[in-house]
């Protein structure tokens, strides 16, 4: 037997949050089973319209309706329950109790709190109740008991009718057995009943009316064969919907493309029974055992359902589960489409504790210039928890993972059915789109009077005719008390009060012009504005508002828009009395050296002269929405990650190598991310969560990103610059492996998509994330904290964090160390005393004749040096360059930069100097650290000791490094070697030849 019910709405629930309001939904319990409606959030009086299946196994079982609060952090609030007897629904007229409004209880027995009402519609399905009478009628003869009856009408259900006379428990028996063999029979052969069943039915004396009625109602419905999809698009696109177009849902968007297709179309692919884009899908990701029932309507034709079950394939994690699919069209007016579906995966750990919910939407996309009809396809979703469990966050991001992998193939499947649109197919750019737009006339006659047409207005200038009458026709009156000819004081307290209130009145009208001439200025005068500067441009078209909210009883409000990108801002023209305002008006942003990835957008409503302006970017009840056109794009051409990654570098300290396009297109590819957006470095690292888990740490001008691959559970998540609010290096400690943790704290609800790997969070919303265990931590924790100050601090806080970081380095500038190598262990490789002064000796860096034939003999090709620049007191720095066949037989390019700084306690110098090998296999994996340590002799004139330092800074970890560095060093020690050797020959015959 199934017991079907609805639940359809409440009303005056008390209020369980601070806010005034509630977020209800609804939980059903009968026997062991258990479900509950969706949530509606902030409503004292919600509406569900969910219908539920039970399955009665007792009918001395109670239906348990109980409406709880959600909340988020807590236990949710209970609010009141209902308990309907199923004996009540099985002995009722029609085994219905039709739709009945039932008082909440509260918890406690006795209490006279008021939860409210709610109403409900139970009934037992009468497809299934005559059905299962044979299976249930020893269980109801023992449970109710099978009273004798004069008259046989009375009796409220077939099994429950007994003639001593005409029948025996056997015969009873035998009968519900006959009528259950018919309906366990299929379609085809139920819709023929033989005629001797319809014999034996109407011999039958204790058979009830309500049995006959039943029994035809069936044949009916098995007769009628299902409509077809057509005829059931026809009949919900003919209902008048006034429904709109539902939102997308929390959790996500999984696919958001344009289709050169008609909306109608795609909603026939992706939804027709005999569609063929499903039965590939199924094939491509290994579902079996589909079955999918009839679309059919409910409602009154409004809307249609279908159930959709499979046994879903195996994954590395997860065995083959079954899943129940049960679809309904939210809306279908020919023009837009939306279908729920809820899914239900019982077999999978803690099914039972949840269902999926996914939306499809199809909407028509924009006007292509073919005149071609396209349409977007939407499609988002959410976890809806039926229980409370402490493994949400694990089924959360299971979930995720699951449903993005699945719909990935999901839009590569129907992009090879449907031809999807290119945005060169769009075919506007920039200059075409703005070109269209044309800022709406203005007439400041016609606004002031729109404004100034108000109560204050008019009354103050009633007044003041008045006063100006009284004026002409009064008489001066005589000067007394304390009086004096210029000067007229009230005579009597009602003068008083009448001259305060023209005053407050004038003053009024006065803030009143005041404001409107204030606002007239700000006519939207960036609209038509170029840029100035080279850099990143951001242009925002502004178009319109819609149902933009009203803080005024009149039910209009004067709204403007704000925007602010990178702490630039841009304000709109104020439109008067509109809550659905057209603007058409461009504004552009200077030039940004930093790539802008947040753009604000505020909407304030001009409150006349009253009160400053308020903010209506917040409000919720009306679902305000604005349209706008937003374009960037970059004045530098090619060059610009070259230049971007340049000024990195000095912020860093340390060589950025240009990423290959592959490289970018994966990393682009792997995040979701435009094409504008460019890989600047990636680190090897853990991320601590739990348990440690390995990957790589994804750096742009815009995002930090992290992705790891464990057995294909993949791991990834990325947040913005500007969400970080502050980044904390903790000491290395065990849990760490011994090595420093860089710890990321977001600003307050930022980056709730990265949640899955945030190892804590805050009361206030703030994630963290904690990463270590670097190849090389300094270079990473600079390169982050680099990025970090050059996108997220405001200027204030960037001057602050130079003082702080001048204060530190102090020590190190007098000592002249160079940057990016705090973290090289240097080793001394070779020293040597020449006998060469030391001015002659710093030749070999002068970038003259001796330091080009120096480089030669150390067969260095195409060597090219900048000259020194001073970088600070007493610190100069320069670049080189050359190609040096000795390093490999692929004849290497080796990029380097030089620091030299003098020592003059020791009257001599110190260079240090970074190398960067190109075009040789793992040149990309390591930097190469000197360091010379020239001193004069003082003992000896004309004499200079050399030491040199060498140190290897490992960006990624190889096993090759030991045999690498032992390469490296002999090929050094050599070199070295040479040219030194070459220095002492050189100085000797310049002093043979100034002898000679």
């Not at 296999?921 to 003992?939: C, K, M, T, W």
Request: net charge negative; proline share 5%.
């Amino acid at each position: 037997m199934k017991l079907q019910v609805r639940v359809i709405e409440a009303r005056n629930l008390p209020a369980m949050d601070l806010n005034g309001f509630s977020d209800p939904y609804v939980r059903l319990q009968l026997g062991k089973h258990r479900s509950r409606t969706k949530v509606v959030k902030k409503n004292l009086n919600p509406k569900w319209g969910d219908d539920f299946t039970f399955r009665v196994d007792d009918l001395k079982d109670e239906l348990v309706v109980s409406v709880l609060d959600e909340d988020k952090y807590f236990n949710d609030d209970f609010v009141g329950q209902v308990r309907v007897p199923v004996s009540q629904v099985f002995d009722a007229e029609n085994q219905s109790l039709g739709s009945v409004w039932y008082p909440l209880l509260p918890k406690k027995k006795g209490s006279k709190k008021d939860c409210g009402d709610i109403l409900l519609g139970i009934w037992f399905s009468q497809k299934n109740s005559v059905v299962d009478l044979n299976s249930s009628a020893d269980q109801r003869s023992s449970d109710v008991g099978m009273e004798t009856s004069a008259d046989p009408s009375t009796c409220a259900s077939p099994c429950r009718s007994e003639d001593a006379a005409s029948s025996s428990k056997d015969s009873q028996k035998s009968l519900a057995g006959r009528i259950a063999q018919i309906f366990q029979k299929n379609a085809d052969a139920s819709a023929a009943p033989t005629p001797s069943i319809s014999r034996s039915i109407d011999a039958s004396e204790p058979s009830s009316e309500m049995s006959r009625s039943i029994f035809s109602l069936e044949l009916s419905e098995d007769e009628s064969s299902p409509a077809s999809f057509d005829e059931v698009m026809k009949a919900i696109e003919s209902r008048d919907q006034e429904v709109e177009t539902p939102s997308n849902l929390p959790g996500g968007i999984l696919v958001d493309q344009l289709f050169m297709i008609t909306p109608s179309d795609l909603n026939t692919v992706l939804f027709a029974p005999d569609s063929s884009f499903y039965t590939s899908l199924t094939e491509l990701q290994g579902t079996t055992e589909v079955q999918i029932t009839p679309w059919k309507l409910e409602n009154e034709g409004e809307s249609a359902k279908r159930v959709v079950s499979y046994l879903k394939a195996a994954t590395k994690l997860i065995k083959a589960v079954k899943g129940t699919e049960e679809q309904a069209y939210l809306k279908a007016d020919g023009e837009v489409y939306s279908v729920l579906a809820i899914v239900s995966t019982p077999d999978v750990p803690f099914g039972s504790t949840f269902k999926v919910e996914v939306l499809y939407c199809i909407s028509p996309g924009p006007e292509l210039p073919s005149g071609e009809q396209c349409s977007r396809l939407v499609i988002s979703w959410r976890l809806n928890f039926l229980q409370s469990t402490m493994m949400k966050g694990m089924i959360e991001n299971g979930a995720r993972q699951g449903l993005k992998d699945s719909f990935e193939q999901y839009a590569t499947l129907l992009a090879q059915n449907v031809k999807p649109v290119d945005s060169k197919d769009i075919g506007v750019n920039k200059d075409q789109a703005l070109s269209s737009l044309h800022a709406e006339p203005q007439s400041d006659w016609k606004l002031a009077v729109q404004y100034f047409a108000n109560f204050t207005v008019f009354s103050t200038f009633l007044i003041g005719v008045y006063v100006f009458v009284h004026i002409m026709l009064s008489l001066p009156s005589a000067i007394q008390g304390l009086e004096f000819s210029g000067l007229d004081l009230p005579d009597s307290i009602g003068e008083f009060v009448v001259s305060g209130v023209l005053v407050l009145q004038c003053e009024r009208v006065l803030q009143l012009i005041s404001r409107f001439m204030q606002a007239r200025k700000q006519k939207g005068s960036d609209h038509g504005v170029k840029a100035h500067g080279d850099g990143w441009l951001l242009t925002v078209a502004l178009i319109e508002g819609v149902d933009l909210a009203a803080v005024d009883p009149s039910g209009h409000c004067d709204p403007y828009i704000v925007f602010t990108s990178n702490g630039k801002t841009r304000t709109s023209s104020i439109k008067f009395q509109k809550s659905h305002p057209l603007w058409n008006e461009i504004f552009e942003f200077d030039a940004m050296a930093d790539p802008p990835s947040v753009l604000n957008i505020e909407v304030y409503d001009f409150d006349g002269p009253f009160d400053e302006a308020v903010s209506l970017g917040h409000a919720e009840a009306c679902q305000s929405k604005l349209h706008l056109r937003i374009f960037l794009d970059h004045t530098g051409g090619g060059d610009v990650v070259r230049d971007y990654l340049t000024k990195m570098e000095k912020e860093v300290g340390k060589k950025i190598n240009v990423r290959s396009p592959q490289t970018n297109s994966a990393f682009q590819k792997l995040f979701g991310l435009p094409q504008e957006e460019f890989l600047i470095n990636d680190f090897t690292c853990h991320l601590k969560r739990k348990m440690p888990l390995q990957g790589r740490l994804f750096l742009s001008a815009r995002i930090v990103g992290f992705y790891a691959s464990l057995f294909g559970n993949k791991t990834k998540f990325f947040f913005l610059w500007e969400d970080i609010e502050d980044i904390q290096v903790l000491p290395p400690t065990l849990a760490s492996m011994g090595s420093p943790t860089v710890v990321m704290t977001l600003r307050p609800n930022r980056g709730t998509d990265a949640r899955i790997g945030a190892k804590t969070h805050d009361e206030e919303g703030r994630l963290k994330f904690h990463f270590h265990s670097f190849v090389s931590f300094n270079v990473a924790q600079k390169t982050i904290m680099a990025l970090w100050k050059a996108k997220s601090l405001t200027p204030e806080q960037k001057v602050q964090a130079v003082e702080e970081e001048s204060e530190q380095k102090l020590q190190s500038e007098e000592c002249g160390s160079f940057l990016g190598i705090d973290d090289v262990r240097f080793s001394e490789v070779y020293s040597l005393t020449l006998s060469v002064p030391v001015s002659f000796f710093m030749e070999l860096f002068g970038g003259g004749e001796v330091d080009r034939k120096a480089m030669e003999r150390a067969c260095c090709q195409s060597y090219s040096c900048s000259p020194w620049e001073s970088e600070k007191a007493d610190v100069y720095e320069r670049q080189t360059y050359y190609r040096d066949k000795r390093i490999s037989r692929y004849r290497g390019e080796v990029t380097s930069t030089q620091q030299k700084t003098l020592v003059p306690d020791k009257n001599g110098w110190l260079v240090e100097e970074v190398m960067t090998l190109h075009g040789v296999p793992l040149g990309d994996y390591f930097n190469l650290h000197l360091r010379y340590q020239i001193e004069e002799v003082a003992s000896k004139p004309n004499t200079t000791y050399v030491r040199v330092y060498f140190g290897i800074e490992w960006l990624k970890s190889s096993r090759h490094q030991k045999r690498v560095t032992k390469n490296i060093l002999v090929n050094l020690q050599d070199r070295l070697k040479m040219v030194f050797g070459f220095l002492e020959k050189e100085y000797s015959s310049r002093q043979q030849q100034q002898v000679a």
